[in-house]
């Protein structure tokens, strides 16, 4: 088996290599969401890295990605869906000219170069937006923002949510994505505010319940739920308006690392939302949601070292159910990561990132589930 699937991977290889350099002669083929039966996608993720104030990277970080380069390792990985960034969460954009700035020293047009030679390899790109925290709008907004941690600091105001209606807008009218996904649609981790809130924030409680906000200390769960589901819905009503009135067939692709959370649980953004995925990566909690949703919305689990999940028992039970498949890591030095070598070796020896990459890889490429789940 190792034998048969290096085979695969060496073609892949080939092929890949030689798009690098021969994309630009090729005519433009974009392909569809209606063509993509198994979503197989993966994201070498932009969002951690070293140098901000936080763990998110230092502004142009990678800006010198290389976007055919980037292109053909996904296709070398078997990927059918690209998940890459609009803007990432040190809130510069991965595109240039757009209202949002880009990263400092890009190179390349990223964005609309990824969608453009992704299409051409018959692969869908997606951008990302990150709905709850944005360092650039935490420092040029400190009155909106509870600070500057690498974790869910944003009021959804009205301010936000004007900006983000403007960003997502101009992403996609720029960038031609096929979509995007949305990242941390939660309200503000009141354990890193302290449990205090923001005189804005308090302005929108009333804003949204109709009464003035009790205080810190008097207000009930029953009343933060009641709040953080009203705030939420409002923001998914900014974003879906914002993405299908600028293309109608945007998909809009949601990640929960708790899709069973009370403020999110028969939500209208279920039911509305084009792609919902769970990014704990355990099956329980996709198939508690499924009832929520809407007739059309594709589920998809997620593997990543943060989830903890066996990706050789996962894969091949989503594949089993028709559940999508993704998986991200932070890239490395160069923007992105190991693959060659990675898929020469035998899923037993590896670990983290790198087994996932090996066990999706081998699902993506057409390996039978029996044989991922034993490791060959």
């Given at each position: 088996m190792k034998t048969e699937f290096m085979k695969i991977v060496l073609a892949c290889v080939?092929?890949?290599?030689?798009?690098?350099?021969?994309?630009?002669?090729?005519?433009?083929?974009?392909?569809?969401?209606?063509?993509?039966?198994?979503?197989?996608?993966?994201?070498?993720?932009?969002?951690?890295?070293?140098?901000?104030?936080?763990?998110?990277?230092?502004?142009?970080?990678?800006?010198?990605?290389?976007?055919?380069?980037?292109?053909?390792?996904?296709?070398?990985?078997?990927?059918?869906?690209?998940?890459?960034?609009?803007?990432?969460?040190?809130?510069?954009?991965?595109?240039?000219?757009?209202?949002?700035?880009?990263?400092?020293?890009?190179?390349?047009?990223?964005?609309?170069?990824m969608v453009r030679l992704g299409h051409q390899d018959g692969m869908l790109v997606m951008g990302y937006f990150c709905i709850g925290a944005n360092t650039r709008w935490g420092q040029e907004h400190p009155e909106l923002s509870y600070g500057l941690p690498s974790s869910c600091h944003i009021p959804f105001t009205d301010s936000y949510l004007t900006y983000l209606s403007s960003s997502i807008g101009d992403a996609i009218r720029r960038t031609g994505i096929d979509g995007f996904m949305i990242d941390w649609v939660w309200q503000p981790e009141r354990a890193s505010t302290g449990g205090k809130w923001l005189p804005c924030e308090k302005e929108l409680y009333h804003q949204l319940m109709g009464e003035a906000f009790p205080g810190e200390s008097k207000l009930t769960p029953k009343e933060d739920i009641a709040y953080g589901r009203k705030a939420i819905e409002r923001c998914w009503m900014v974003i879906h308006k914002a993405a299908k009135e600028t293309n109608p067939k945007c998909i809009i692709w949601l990640t929960s690392s708790n899709p069973t959370h009370p403020h999110v649980v028969d939500s209208a953004m279920y039911k509305e939302v084009d792609w919902l995925m769970n990014e704990g990566g355990d099956l329980e909690r996709v198939r508690a949601v499924t009832p929520m949703t809407g007739k059309d919305t594709r589920l998809i689990t997620c593997l990543a070292g943060w989830n903890g999940q066996d990706a050789s028992t996962i894969v091949p039970a989503a594949l089993k159910e028709g559940i999508g498949l993704y998986g991200f890591a932070k890239p490395g030095p160069d923007s992105l990561l190991p693959l060659e070598s990675l898929l020469a070796r035998p899923v037993g020896e590896l670990q983290g990132d790198e087994r996932n990459i090996a066990v999706l890889a081998r699902a993506y490429h057409g390996v039978s589930g029996e044989a991922v789940a034993n490791g060959k």
């Open positions: 080939g092929t890949a290599v030689l798009a690098v350099t021969s994309h630009a002669q090729k005519a433009d083929t974009p392909v569809t969401v209606e063509s993509i039966r198994d979503i197989k996608a993966y994201c070498i993720d932009f969002n951690w890295g070293p140098g901000g104030p936080n763990a998110f990277p230092k502004p142009g970080t990678w800006a010198d990605a290389d976007p055919a380069k980037h292109v053909a390792w996904y296709k070398t990985m078997g990927a059918n869906v690209i998940q890459t960034f609009c803007v990432s969460c040190n809130g510069y954009a991965w595109y240039k000219g757009g209202v949002v700035p880009q990263q400092p020293g890009l190179q390349h047009d990223f964005l609309p170069e």
